[in-house]
């Protein structure tokens, strides 16, 4: 499955293509005619710290803070839309916040979003 964000009439949407296997479909889409979400930081998830999961299924609409900042207990780190909402996700403790997401990626249920440390 791969993901893309699509802007149409100054609106963006979220669309998952399942690529399958002996289709007539095009080998390729023009980079023109997609937008790929933000790259994910490639930096490891500590093991220690608080596991900041999803508590549903959605999108990442934004990161509130960046990677490595400084966040306060119940402070809004992530905005995960869900059935057309955002939702503040906040953190669970002080502590420096690691993400395990990047915008614009879908997520399910207990997905880890970011490890507070």
């Known amino acids: ?53 999803s508590p549903f299924p959605g999108m990442i609409k934004n990161l509130l803070v960046e990677n490595g900042a400084k966040v306060k207990k119940n402070q809004p780190v992530i905005v995960l839309e869900a059935m057309k909402m955002d939702n503040d996700i906040t953190s669970p403790c002080d502590g420096t916040v690691t993400f395990a997401v990047a915008k614009g990626a879908n997520v399910e249920t207990g997905t880890v979003l970011a490890v507070i440390s």
Do not use: C
């Open 1 to 53: 499955m791969r993901n893309f964000i699509v802007t149409i009439d100054g609106k963006s949407y979220s669309v998952g293509v399942e690529e399958v296997e002996g289709t007539n479909a095009p080998a390729a889409v023009p980079a023109a005619q997609t937008v790929a979400p933000e790259k994910a930081a490639k930096a490891a998830v500590p093991e220690g710290g608080e596991k900041l999961l």
